[in-house]
């Protein structure tokens, strides 16, 4: 076993780290104070219902059992994504299901709270997580990530191409030869465990460095806006809608922002 694989079989908590910067966004382990800012967040079926394993309703035991059992387990690495400015909470990335064999990878997963959509903050937070995981002075240290989203979710499609993932050729293939049947299914929780057709994506350590450069570059180049703080009200639990929306709530524009990635 080479050192790095060492690193990842005995990561547990010692590889998340306490902080990463993007140009907009702080990602941080998640903390019990975060449960009231949370818990409306992500009661939201717009969010949940695109998500695999979350309930909803959710509740703050749902979120207590979030930040006691899921975020503290050796497999994953779950960030809140936070407002660098306001610092408030506006989602969470993540990595699960890490392992070292046959090769270093693991799973990505995001969500954005409704009032945040479509600012690119998914993306954001993804690219900064991702720089992380395939830096080979992190303990991650990954060669590959694996992403994954229900067809009847081309948004987070849109985010994980957008960072550089490539569909599964093989998914593809039988896709045109045999039409949506032939994809693989996933349950979703919060719609009743019912299962639902899903694409896979790839990422390798490579094709990432190659896109790294490219979105830090707009990413400094955005307006350093929108997400110090909202003055509407968290999103309603009972929206039911789940496909594209262009009516996020708009939020107010911070007058001045860090740029800086460092
Ligand atoms: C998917 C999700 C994380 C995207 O977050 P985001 O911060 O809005 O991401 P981006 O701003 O980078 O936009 C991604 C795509 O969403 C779509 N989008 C843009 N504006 C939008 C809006 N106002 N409303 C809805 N979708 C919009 C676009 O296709 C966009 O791609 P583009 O930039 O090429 O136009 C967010 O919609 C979400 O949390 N959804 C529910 C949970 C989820 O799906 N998680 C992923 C599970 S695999």
Known sequence: MTERDERIHSFGS?????????????L??????????????????????RLGRVPFPYSKADAEFFLRQVCPSVDNVTLA?????????????????????PRRMGEIGYWIAFMYWGK?????????????????????AL?????AHFVDNPNSGRVQQKLGFVYDAQETASLKDGG????????????????????????????FARRQQEMMDIMAAREPENCSQTSHPPPKAEGTGLGRTDDPSPTTTLDEGPTDAK
């Not at 936070?82 to 989602?91: D, F, I, Q, V, W």
């Not at 949506?180 to 094709?207: D, H, I, N, V, Y």
Request: proline share 6%.
């Open 14 to 26: 010692d590889c998340t780290p306490a902080q990463l910067l993007t140009p907009r966004l702080l």
């Open 28 to 49: 941080r382990p998640f903390c019990e104070a975060d449960i009231p800012e949370l818990v409306p967040l992500i009661n939201d079926f717009r969010v949940t219902g």
């Open 81 to 101: 994504i936070t407002c660098r400015t306001s610092r408030a909470l506006m989602g969470c990335v993540s990595l699960h299901g890490l392992v070292a064999e």
């Open 120 to 140: 690119g903050f998914a993306t954001e937070a993804a690219t900064g997580l991702l720089r992380f995981a395939f830096s080979e002075s992190s303990p991650l």
């Open 143 to 147: 060669d590959v990530v694996r992403g």
């Open 180 to 207: 949506e049947s032939s994809l693989p299914r996933m349950a979703c929780l919060a719609r009743g465990g019912k299962e639902f057709a899903t694409r896979t994506l790839w990422l390798t350590r490579e094709q």
